[in-house]
Structure formats: structure tokens, C-alpha cells
């Protein structure tokens, strides 16, 4: 099984994070909410993050691009802040051919807000953090008011 190694922003403790998961990752020490922040690619972006049971932040990045290396550590940010509530999930779109082509990638990075399986907000470029938490919070406000 897939993981991750995320330390606890509450107490420091590193634990394992798998990336599929019944539930939401909480520290083995403490027991806070973790930052669920997970890899996948073309073989298990489905089970990644369609089936996850939070909505998910899908980072499409390339490991050769600037802007996507200037936006990761404000997007484990933004999961870090919306611990239990929120999975982060990156897809290096060379390593991931088909995943890019189905979402029709034209520039990385490229951001999905994906809730059960249904990509409700999309933005393409880098942005500075509070920016993109502001587009995250409008994706998400806009999202559950059309379902409730």
C-alpha cells in the first residue's frame, strides 16, 4: 500500500499517510488531523482521489517547472491549514501521460478541485498563497451551496 511520510504540524511526530484511506489521517501520537498529502499517478489517481471522502486539491505539476516548485509549498500550506477537511494530492503530469491528457493540461501547474469524483473548479498558473486560498474557499463555498 501507497504512503507518505507527513510530520505533525502539532507535535512534530512523523507518520505514515496512506494514500487511500477510510477516514482522514490523524497523528498516532497526539491524535490532531494531519495534512493529508499524497502522490498519485495514471494506475491509482481514481482510487486516490475520486474515492477520497473529503474534497480533494489536485496539483498537476512537472518536476522541470519553475512556477510548480514555486506553488508547492503554498499549496502543503493551504492542506496543512484545512488538516482533516481537505487531501492534497500531486500528479507529475511526465510520470502521469494519461491523467494529463484527460483533464486536457495545456500549462503546469494546473489545479482541480475535485469532490467525489466531480472537478469543481479548475485554475491554471501559480499563485501566491493567499490567492489560492481564496479561489480553494470560493470552490468549495460554490460547490456545497449548489448540493444543499
Not at 484511506?21 to 498519485?40: E, N, S
Not at 502521469?96 to 493540461?105: D, G, I, L, M, W
Request: hydrophobic fraction near 40%; charge should be neutral; aromatic fraction near 6%.
Amino acid at each position: 500500500m501507497q504512503f507518505d511520510v507527513v510530520t505533525c504540524p502539532n507535535c512534530g511526530k512523523r507518520n505514515r499517510v496512506h494514500a487511500v484511506a477510510d477516514g482522514k489521517p490523524r497523528c498516532g501520537q497526539c491524535h490532531h488531523w494531519l495534512p493529508w498529502i499524497v502522490d498519485a499517478g495514471d494506475q491509482d489517481y481514481a482510487e486516490v482521489v475520486e474515492k477520497a471522502g473529503v474534497p480533494v486539491l489536485v496539483d498537476l505539476w512537472a518536476t522541470w517547472c519553475g512556477p510548480c516548485r514555486m506553488v508547492s509549498p503554498a499549496l502543503e500550506k493551504l492542506a496543512t491549514e484545512r488538516a482533516g477537511q481537505l487531501k492534497l494530492v500531486k500528479v507529475d503530469v511526465d510520470k502521469a501521460p494519461a491523467t494529463s491528457q484527460r483533464f486536457s493540461v495545456q500549462a503546469v501547474p494546473t489545479l482541480l478541485v475535485v469532490d467525489r469524483g466531480e472537478t469543481v473548479a479548475r485554475q491554471s498558473g501559480a499563485a501566491p498563497v493567499a490567492a489560492l486560498r481564496s479561489w480553494l474557499d470560493q470552490a468549495l463555498a460554490a460547490h456545497s451551496s449548489r448540493e444543499g
